[in-house]
């Protein structure tokens, strides 16, 4: 029977097998483990987010994710050293493939059993200071409004021709946004009385084909306003909702045959994975056109 290795030990594996690497005195990272904290400590820059502008929005989670992480790290942990350790075993936007949930707490565990080392304590306090980690973090957690710095999920109610434009236009976040405890009655009538209720996912400055949705395929569409991430709209689906989605969007396309090969890898997936871990649209309110990002878990052998 095979074994399924799960991604949180690996990882502690790689960070214990980092750890090993440096002698007592080693004082010096290597060109590759340069390259990995820089682009780790790129991510606390303050002007980050406006850094990111130019990748996709799929790309920009990613990276704020991993920014995520490493910022609990430094802070629950304040061992600079775990903190160094944690930027160099994997590519940076691997780091969002762990859950959070498990692996803090078997990070705790292992490097309560890991000495400090003079010399890798030496290259983290370089490190921080060269890019002012500490501070970086401190400031985000003084921001003074609007505090504190909390996860909001607002419902969004959809409304007849609600259409988002992807050519530098943000929509209007506040005439379709309800609170949603304060709301929940109303939200739940407008939806029953709204079944032709459309949304136009995206208005081309040089096509006039539009994608329209109705509130029949979609299962919950809801709008993520995150303290570290660019505002979005995200909608979870299941894999018949987005293989419905791509058959809509390929009969109103002027060039359907780029669907074909999605639809066909999709559609593989639906007979032989019939559970995946989660199928997200994301649809940024500004500066980047939407994006499909999908997670597969699957067992080997």
């Not at 483990?33 to 989670?61: G, H, N, P």
């Not at 802070?75 to 590519?91: A, G, H, N, Q």
């Not at 060269?130 to 909390?150: H, M, V």
Request: net charge neutral.
């Amino acid at each position: 029977m095979t074994t399924v290795r799960v991604l949180e030990d690996e990882f502690i594996e790689r960070i214990n097998a980092e750890e090993a690497s440096f002698s007592e005195d080693t004082a010096r990272l290597n060109k590759d483990q340069l390259e990995s904290v820089r682009l780790c400590c790129e991510l606390f820059r303050t002007d980050v987010v406006e850094s990111l502008k130019e990748v996709s929005v799929s790309q920009q989670y990613r990276l704020l994710q991993a920014q995520k992480l490493l910022r609990q790290i430094y802070s629950d942990l304040e061992r600079p050293t775990i903190f160094l350790l944690c930027m160099l075993p994997w590519p940076i936007t691997n780091l969002t493939k762990l859950d959070q949930r498990k692996f803090l707490p078997k990070l705790r565990t292992w490097c309560e059993n890991i000495p400090e080392k003079k010399g890798l304590q030496k290259i983290a306090k370089a490190v921080c200071e060269k890019y002012d980690i500490a501070k970086s973090i401190q400031d985000e957690l003084n921001i003074p409004n609007p505090p504190p710095r909390k996860r909001k999920r607002i419902s969004h109610v959809l409304h007849n021709n609600y259409t988002y434009e992807s050519g530098g236009q943000s929509v209007d976040p506040i005439s379709g946004i309800h609170d949603e405890r304060s709301c929940a009655k109303e939200t739940q009538q407008e939806e029953r009385h709204s079944s032709d209720a459309q949304l136009n996912d995206q208005t081309h400055k040089n096509d006039k084909t539009q994608m329209i949705l109705t509130v029949d395929d979609i299962p919950g569409f809801q709008i993520s306003l995150l303290a570290d991430q660019l505002p979005q709209s995200v909608i979870n689906l299941d894999i018949m909702h987005l293989i419905r989605f791509l058959q809509k969007y390929q009969s109103t396309s002027s060039n359907p045959e780029q669907f074909r090969s999605i639809l066909g890898l999709l559609q593989g997936y639906q007979s032989s994975c019939r559970t995946l871990h989660y199928i997200q649209l994301i649809i940024p309110w500004y500066g980047a056109t939407p994006s499909i990002d999908i997670k597969i878990d699957s067992k080997i052998g």
